[in-house]
């Protein structure tokens, strides 16, 4: 009987260490340097949501990912369904042959404050425009000429010292902070600890809580 206590203690202390080993190994959000605290906090990017609100989700985005078309709709109903607590600011970035031309129309849209308007279209329709990953650049003019823009200004904004500055920010901030793929989320500073919609959930939920306990 006592040799069987014995062997229980042992077997209770090797399962109180695992789990310490595995509690203390198990993978945190490592702090980031200023110079990634910097690119996710730049000033003059679009961003939807109070500017105030304590859970702030940055997104890097190629209009011509299928994903993020999948998943952009429903970051829009997670800011929805949490007025004011959340905001969204989307970069961009061309991974996909020929998308420039949508992503200079995006940021050339924001002279007309139209940004938002455009990259719902784009992604709404992009079937139309991207096929097999191939962009159309004729099939992409179609989709904002049925826009309320000015299209003759839009057309010369794509071509202006700020918009190109802008892509190259983007980019530049993407490889500091390691993005090779789209899209990428990252909330209060921490990105996901591995991909999925319910992954960036779960992130943005306790995010949430903790910052409006």
């Known amino acids: 009987m006592k040799t069987r206590y014995v062997v229980l203690a042992i077997a209770a202390g090797l399962l109180f260490g695992v789990l310490l080993l595995w509690f203390g190994m198990a993978p945190k959000s490592a702090a980031r340097s200023d110079a990634e605290m910097a690119a ?3 000033p003059l990017v679009a961003s939807m949501g109070r500017p105030d609100a304590r859970v702030h989700i940055v997104e890097f985005l190629d209009p011509a990912c299928e994903t993020c078309a999948d998943f952009y709709p429903r970051v ?13 600011s989307v970069r961009l970035l061309a991974f996909h042959k020929g998308v420039d031309v949508a992503v200079k129309a995006l940021e050339a849209s924001k002279a007309q404050g139209k940004f938002w308007m455009v990259l719902d279209r ?13 962009v159309n650049a004729d099939a992409v003019w179609e989709q904002l000429r049925s826009l309320d823009l000015d299209v003759d200004r839009l057309k010369a904004d794509m071509e202006s010292p700020e918009v190109k500055r802008n892509m190259a920010l983007d980019a530049q901030d993407a490889k500091t902070l390691k993005v090779t793929q ?11 600890p591995e991909f999925g919609f319910a992954q960036l959930q779960r992130l943005v939920a306790d995010e949430t809580a903790s910052a409006y306990r």
């Open 76 to 88: 829009k109903k997670m800011l929805a369904d949490n007025p004011d607590r959340i905001r969204l």
């Open 182 to 192: 789209t899209p990428e989320y990252f909330v209060n500073g921490r990105g996901l």
């Open 40 to 42: 996710l906090q730049r």
């Open 122 to 134: 784009l992604l709404a329709s992009q079937p139309r425009w991207v096929v097999q990953h191939n």
